[in-house]
């Protein structure tokens, strides 16, 4: 799990409750594709960066498919919250449309900047294993520094966003797609809500 920002060294993860929550809300959205297959919740915050993964890795397969989600934050704008809702959106309209053309699709391999209410996100595809790929970074003893956590960073980086409020319960919509919306013209207020916890008009991405 790579981060898009050549800055981005040092990290926390997202809190177990924040990733229990977004890891609930896939599988109330995606209950009817998930079967027995296991779903993965990665979720960092760099100092400027938050990145999610979304791991979608079906029994008996060694490859499982990865929808990749980055965005820019500001600690002063104090909108960690709002940008992590954000990347659960994306994710699930990168897994909705995956779904919908039974893994067949033509999602970029490296970091591509999709617009998204007024902010760009970044958006990628990958196949790695994460159970494997933790063990390989166990036996190689997480030498690099891109993959090394700071106990500063990890007791305080969310307390310096200032989170005051918890992720909102899944949307009550469910026939609707999961999809970005079509331009960020069109959504006047960038910061509406996560589109998975009731949001406006969709579209796939391309």
């Not at 990145?51 to 990749?68: D, I, P, S, T, W």
């Not at 699930?92 to 490296?110: C, K, L, Q």
């Not at 996100?121 to 196949?127: A, D, E, H, S, V």
Request: glycine fraction near 4%; aromatic fraction near 10%; include cysteine.
């Amino acid at each position: 799990m790579n981060p898009r920002l050549k800055s981005s060294k040092k990290w926390t993860n997202f809190p177990k409750e924040y990733s229990d929550q977004i890891e609930a809300v896939f599988k109330e959205n995606f209950a009817q594709f998930l079967d027995d297959a296991e779903l993965i919740i990665e979720g960092r915050i760099y100092s400027d960066e938050i990145m999610l993964r979304v791991g979608y890795h079906e029994k008996g397969r060694l490859a499982q498919a990865n929808f990749e989600v980055s965005m820019n934050y500001s600690q002063d704008q104090q909108d960690a919250v709002t940008r992590i809702h954000n990347c659960v959106d994306a994710a699930a309209s990168m897994m909705m449309e995956y779904f919908d053309n039974e893994g067949i699709v033509d999602f970029p391999y490296t970091w591509t900047e999709f617009p998204f209410q007024g902010k760009k996100i970044f958006l990628k595809y990958t196949t790695e294993n994460s159970s494997l790929e933790a063990e390989a970074n166990k036996l190689l003893g997480i030498t690099d520094d891109a993959m090394m956590m700071e106990d500063e960073e990890t007791e305080d980086a969310l307390e310096v966003a200032e989170i005051k409020e918890e992720l909102s319960p899944p949307r009550s919509d469910e026939d609707e797609p999961l999809e970005l919306p079509e331009d960020a013209e069109d959504d006047k207020n960038e910061d509406a809500g996560p589109r998975m916890f009731g949001g406006k008009s969709k579209k796939k991405l391309h």
